[in-house]
């Protein structure tokens, strides 16, 4: 964990409906300019973990802090240094780009110039005219984006920020995170897809049924499932040998890439999905 | 209560009701039907404001009450409400500015009644102060069958009948007197007394009374609901 200061810091935090127990014991630390991902199937707990810190859901036992606050009666200025994308956009559907972001932008009490930075960033500058119900799903999501950074907080809550999406929208999500993360602004993301949260994020906590099974930077989390730790070589006739990673498996590395018979050579770690099927017997889609 | 809020609320659902042609209807069609009325049907034996006053009460009934609970109702359904109130908006200075914008545009309404009727001096005062009272009251009603209700169509499905009983029922107590002697409790019917006899008679204490325990009665259902739905 970074010596920075806490954005988001929750303790044990458990949270029932009814007989249900949707979060046990839950407790995670967000530092400012971390990019963060929540990463779990659909029911894992994720969307009740992220009412909770937001002071949107009480929670049922256990406390989480934003900012240094309880949110347990988190006071309201609170929010105006949060961003948040959810689940539901959220947008005036009649209105337009601008006006939707006028709108906040009165709220925040931000300058008319954001409006236009915050559009031209998430590309909708040319669409600034044009309603909300006319925009596609990629352009929509980006204009929420558009709206969670448009006071510069210093807490983005991304809910699935690219679920859905094509890969070259979702990069350009992807940029504008990674560019806030530069601004000094925490990010909490939430998302079903392992390679965006491999790529973007210094920590993963990894949610199954209400637990986090585990915590750690991808890499670190990888690499503590990596069982095999093997080498592989594809051949260029197709063929697969795996070494072990040892000093004593180079000469043979070094016999394939003289022979140059190798197509590639890539290590056996996991990766963050094959992980989570370990840990829990089921997959990201399940 | 933050003034620049409240002016952020009105600017967006000024925009908004222009192009919600739902909600539009209801501030325009009953003024623009009863103009219509007053210059186009002349019936010998009718009072000159009968057309005014009727449509006028049934605006009272309608517009407000509807307009209300449709724009708040919406604004839950798209889940636009909880972004609001994620962005340090508190829900009083959202319902406030709401409702002082449903309460103002039907006070312009009232205004177009008020002018095709000709109305001067204290018939004009009590009939835009009979009107504000109706518009309070139907907009208490709204507000809280918005605010209870989780989308538009449940709104409907209780604004529809209540619209119908506080619009309609000033003309069909024109017409039934067992309807008339159960409707002058109801706010909308002593409205549209007090609005007939805007200019030549004062106002009734009895009206005033049932005006009066009509609004309190809405203010109670209201904040019933509002603590429930936990807005804050």
């Known amino acids: ?286 | 209560m933050r003034l620049r809020i409240i002016g952020a609320i009105w600017k967006k659902q000024w925009k908004d009701t222009l192009k919600n042609k739902a909600v539009f209807i209801q501030f325009i069609m009953l003024p623009a039907l009863g103009v219509f009325m007053k210059h186009m049907v002349s019936v010998e034996g009718l009072p000159p404001n009968y057309f005014i006053t009727m449509f006028a009460a049934m605006y009272v009934g309608m517009a407000p009450m509807v307009s209300m609970a449709s724009i708040l109702a919406e604004e839950k359904e798209k889940h636009t409400l909880r972004m609001l109130l994620m962005s340090n908006v508190k829900a009083g200075e959202y319902l406030f500015g709401v409702g002082a914008y449903v309460f103002l545009l039907c006070m312009a309404g009232a205004a177009v009644f008020a002018f095709a009727g000709g109305y001067t001096g204290a018939g004009l005062a009590q009939f835009l102060g009979a009107m504000a009272a109706g518009v309070a009251a139907s907009l208490l009603i709204g507000a809280a069958i918005g605010t209870w209700s989780r989308n538009e169509m449940a709104a409907n499905s209780l604004t529809v009948p209540l619209m119908l009983v506080c619009s309609f029922l000033p003309m069909l107590s024109m017409f039934n007197e067992k309807i008339a002697s159960a409707a002058r409790f109801v706010y909308s019917c002593q409205v549209q007394t007090m609005l007939k006899t805007a200019g030549a008679e004062g106002i009734d204490p009895f009206g005033a009374a049932v005006v009066a325990v009509n609004i309190l009665c809405a203010i109670v259902i209201f904040r019933f609901v509002y603590r429930r739905s936990r807005l804050d």
């Open chain 1, 1 to 286: 964990m970074s010596g920075k200061a806490a954005c988001i810091r929750a303790e044990n935090i458990s949270m029932s409906f009814g007989k249900k127990e949707v979060l046990q014991s839950v407790s995670l630390n967000i530092a400012e300019g971390e990019i963060f991902g929540l990463l779990g199937p659909s029911g894992a707990g994720k969307t009740s973990l992220l009412k909770i810190l937001t002071g949107q859901l009480r929670q049922t036992g256990g406390r989480a802090f934003l900012f240094g606050l309880d949110t347990e009666g988190l006071p309201r200025d609170a929010y105006e240094n949060i961003g948040l994308v959810l689940d539901n956009t959220g947008l005036y559907e009649r209105l337009s780009c601008y006006d939707n972001l006028l709108l906040f932008a009165e709220i925040y009490g931000t300058g008319r110039e954001k409006i236009m930075e915050a559009l031209r960033r998430t590309g909708l500058a040319e669409a600034k005219k044009r309603p909300v119900s006319r925009l596609s799903k990629g352009m929509r999501q980006r204009l929420a984006l558009a709206r969670a950074i448009l006071h510069e907080p210093g807490l983005l809550i991304l809910d699935e920020p690219t679920a859905g999406l094509d890969p070259s929208t979702a990069a350009e999500i992807h940029a504008l995170i990674r560019e806030e993360r530069e601004r000094g602004a925490a990010v909490l993301l939430t998302t079903h897809n392992m390679e965006e949260a491999t790529k973007l994020c210094g920590h993963v906590a990894l949610l199954h049924l209400g637990n986090i099974v585990e915590y750690g930077s991808p890499a670190e989390v990888c690499r503590r499932y990596n069982h095999l730790n093997a080498i592989c070589l594809t051949l260029k006739d197709g063929e697969s040998i795996t070494v072990e990673n040892t000093p004593l498996s180079a000469k043979v590395v070094a016999d394939y890439l003289q022979s140059g018979q190798i197509e590639s050579i890539h290590s056996t770690e996991p990766n963050l999905e094959t992980v989570f099927m370990e840990l829990t017997g089921r997959g990201f889609a399940s």
